[in-house]
């Protein structure tokens, strides 16, 4: 049985990355499993964690993860620093960006449309109403990607970083 040298992770004849920390297996096996470490992770890369890594269990960490894009729960775990793992604290990082996002739409969508109401533009302030319904989308979208175990950044929104 070959181990993974990066994580210890069991690797399968003939795998060309290990598929529990994603690193090439060509030059990367020992004969002997190492102490477990927790994976590292880069966006764009899929979480495949086990679930009790480095004193965290990767399980919670991804419920963490789903949670924080239900709404403004996100910025809530984001300043809690509820995550503990890369993973989750990439996704919890996108959902507080995204939870100020929806909040300064929902105070421009809210003032375009008492602007426009003054002038009797019609349907325009319902059209103004898609900004949110897409903020939502992109909240679904989020959690989508963080029950896959999947590390990408947002779409339109992904790559505006309010909170560091």
């Not at 210890?8 to 290990?18: K, L, R, W």
């Not at 775990?77 to 100020?100: D, E, M, R, Y």
């Not at 449309?113 to 903020?135: D, M, Y």
């Not at 989308?137 to 560091?164: C, F, R, S, T």
Request: charged share 10%; glycine share 10%.
């Amino acid at each position: 049985m070959k181990f993974c040298s990066n994580c210890g992770g069991q690797i399968p004849e003939g795998t060309a990355f290990c598929p529990t920390c994603g690193a090439a297996v060509a030059q990367n096996v020992n004969q002997q499993p190492q102490q477990q470490v927790a994976p590292t992770q880069q966006p764009g890369q899929q979480y495949n964690g086990q679930p009790n890594v480095g004193g965290v269990d990767t399980n919670t960490e991804k419920i963490v993860a789903i949670v924080s894009y239900l709404s403004i729960i996100g910025l809530i775990l984001h300043f809690a620093k509820a995550a503990k793992t890369p993973f989750g604290q990439f996704h919890v990082k996108q959902a507080a960006n995204l939870s100020i996002i929806e909040i300064i739409a929902s105070i421009a969508v809210s003032v375009l449309r008492v602007l426009i109401s003054q002038l009797g533009i019609p349907f325009v302030g319902s059209i103004l109403g898609l900004v949110n319904t897409a903020i939502y989308i992109l909240g679904l979208v989020g959690l989508i990607w963080a029950a896959q175990g999947k590390m990408d950044k947002l779409p339109v929104v992904g790559n505006i970083e309010i909170l560091k």
